[in-house]
C-alpha cells in the first residue's frame, strides 16, 4: 500500500521536472545561419540538431563558372556550444575544361562565451575555430589542409533590426607550397519584413587574397529567408563583387530543416 501511495508522488515530481524541458523543446524553432555570409553568435539548444543545405551557382567572367550543392549538420552540445559539419557533397566546375567532384569538409565548433543583454548595448560575441579537410582534388580544392578562427558579434537593434559583424584570419594551404594567412571581415544587418516568417538582410563583404598571385576582393550581398514551418525554413540570396578579383556574382539558394527536438 505504501508503494502504492509513492508512485504517484514520483509521477508528479518527474512530471514537475520534465514539463519545462518538454515546453522549451516545444519553442525551438528552425534558425537557418544561412543564405548571408556573415554569421550570428547563435547556437542551438543542447540535444538540438539542424541541417542547412542548398545550391549555389557562381559567374565570374566568360567562361569561369560552378555549380555546387552545399551542407552544413549543426549539433547543439552544450548551452553556448555548437558542432558544425560542413561540405559540398558535389561541385561542377566550367573552365575551358569540365570538372566534377566532390568539394573539401569543414569541421568547427563555435562558442557564443557573451550573451547580449537587454539593458546593455555590448553585443553577444563568439568565437569558431576551424579546420577544412583536403577531400577535394584539383582543381575543385588545393589538396593542402586550412586552419582559421572567427570572431562573430551581434546585437539587436532598435525598429526590430539586427547586425552582426565577423573577423576572421585563415591559414590557407597552397597547392605550390605553404600557407598563405587570409584576413577577412562581413557586417550585416537584418529585419523581419513578416514578423518570424520572412527576413531580409544586406550585407558587405572583404577578404584578402587566397592565393599568392591573387588579389583582394570587395562583395556586397542581399537576401531573403521565409520561414514555412516551425522546423523549415527556406531562403535566396545574391552576392556580388564590386571591387578587386572574385566570381562576378553568386546566387544561393537552399533551406534549413530543424532535425531535432
Known sequence: MRCDMRLPAVLALAGVLVAPAVASA?????????????SRPTTLPPGAAQLEGGVVYERGGSDERALSVEA???????HGFELRLEGEPIVH?????DTTGIGDLTLSLRYRFLDARADSLWPALAVQPYVKLPTAHEP???ERADFGLVFIAGLDLPGGFAAAANAEVAALGQRDSGYLIQALATAGIGRDLIADTLGAYVEALWSSQEEHDGSSRVGIGTGLTWKVARRLAVDLGFEATVGGRGPDYVVRSGLGVLLHP
Request: aromatic letters at 8%.
Open 72 to 78: 552544413t549538420l549543426r549539433f547543439g552540445v552544450a
Open 26 to 38: 516545444q519553442h525551438v524553432s528552425v534558425e537557418p545561419d544561412r543564405p548571408d555570409q556573415t
Open 93 to 97: 566546375l566550367w573552365n575551358g575544361e
Open 140 to 142: 575543385i580544392g588545393s
